[in-house]
């Protein structure tokens, strides 16, 4: 008999009450179980049950046991898993969800690569700038863009991004380029709804946080919308670069208040924690984090 074999009945009927329980959740015989429970406590050398005719209560040392071999037997079994993980090719249905313009923009591309690579793996993809709850909502993993504020998910960070202002020459050539975030007042600022605060606009003066309060008629609630207005001469925008690079590279809208940049905010993979990461998940973050690695969004992806 193996040793394991013993621990395993051991923790089985701690939780189960009675060798009859945990004789059935491992699938053997009464007497077997017996057998497992009488060689383990032979090996220690010490009593773990106390036994009645009624019921089974662990010992002093039997409930020490128990609280430290459970913990061993779970990080065995883990380890167990995460190798037979990685030897096996991952497949399943993986459900992901990402911001709206991000994922339609940059994410879709890579994740039609990877599909392609991993012919085993079901891409459920939702896109939409809602806050999802991945345990609630049974999603496997999320891509997000900005600040970690969820501390109950692991956080992997693919790639920096910024928010930036953005106007085109056509409306500095009539209302000025503004110097300072505090001219920002006396402009036509374009409002991406979708900010947590979208009616102030953050920046940073020599290391120290500013924030600026802007007012516009038009409001969208998409950062394209935004910059496609800006393109068009009617206002600044604040959008974030992976949506303003082609347009910047190609001379459309031109980049302000260089000097008072925010710090730079990230795009992440988010999933809950866990002691074991489905290998569909673990390939899909690794490779996103190799896609993503010093991305360059003035390059359209194709």
Request: aromatic share 6%.
């Given at each position: 008999m193996d040793r394991l074999d013993c621990d395993r009945l051991f923790v089985a009927v701690?939780?189960?009450?009675?060798?009859?329980?945990?004789?059935?959740r491992l699938g053997l015989s009464?007497?077997?179980?017996?057998?497992?429970?009488?060689?383990?406590?032979?090996?220690?050398?010490?009593r773990l049950l106390n036994r009645t005719t009624?019921?089974?209560?662990p010992t002093e040392v039997g409930q020490a046991y128990y609280d430290r071999i459970r913990a061993i037997l779970d990080d065995l079994d883990t380890l167990d898993a995460q190798v037979k993980d990685r030897a096996a090719t991952p497949r399943g249905r993986l459900r992901l969800t990402a911001p709206l313009t991000f994922g339609t923009l940059w994410l879709a591309p890579a994740l039609n690569d990877f599909a392609n690579l991993y012919r085993e793996i079901e891409l459920d993809v939702s896109f939409t700038d809602r806050m999802v709850n991945l345990v609630d909502e049974g999603f496997d993993a999320a891509i997000r863009a900005g600040r970690v504020t969820d501390s109950s998910l692991i956080a992997r960070?693919?790639?920096?991004?910024?928010?930036?202002?953005?106007?085109?020459?056509?409306?500095l050539h009539i209302h000025g380029t503004p110097a300072h975030p505090a001219d920002?007042?006396?402009?036509?600022?374009?409002?991406?709804?979708?900010?947590?605060d979208p009616l102030?606009?953050?920046?940073?003066?020599k290391g120290t946080p500013l924030t600026q309060p802007v007012t516009g008629r038009l409001r969208y609630s998409n950062a394209e919308a935004c910059l496609g207005a800006a393109e068009m001469g009617l206002g600044i925008a604040h959008v974030p670069d992976f949506v303003a690079g082609p347009s910047l590279a190609a001379g459309?809208?031109?980049?302000?208040?260089?000097d008072f940049g925010d710090e730079a905010g990230g795009i992440y993979a988010m999933y809950p924690p866990g002691k074991h990461l489905a290998a569909k998940v673990r390939h899909l973050v690794d490779y996103l984090?190799?896609?993503?690695?010093g991305a360059d969004w003035s390059v359209p992806p194709q």
């Open positions: 701690m939780e189960t009450g009675s060798l009859a329980g945990a004789a059935a009464s007497g077997q179980a017996s057998k497992l429970l009488a060689r383990l406590e032979s090996d220690l050398g010490v009624r019921a089974l209560s960070k693919l790639c920096d991004m910024r928010t930036i202002p953005v106007a085109s020459d056509g409306y920002l007042s006396r402009h036509h600022c374009i409002i991406d709804t979708n900010f947590r102030v606009w953050r920046f940073r003066d459309r809208v031109r980049a302000l208040l260089c984090a190799t896609r993503f690695k």
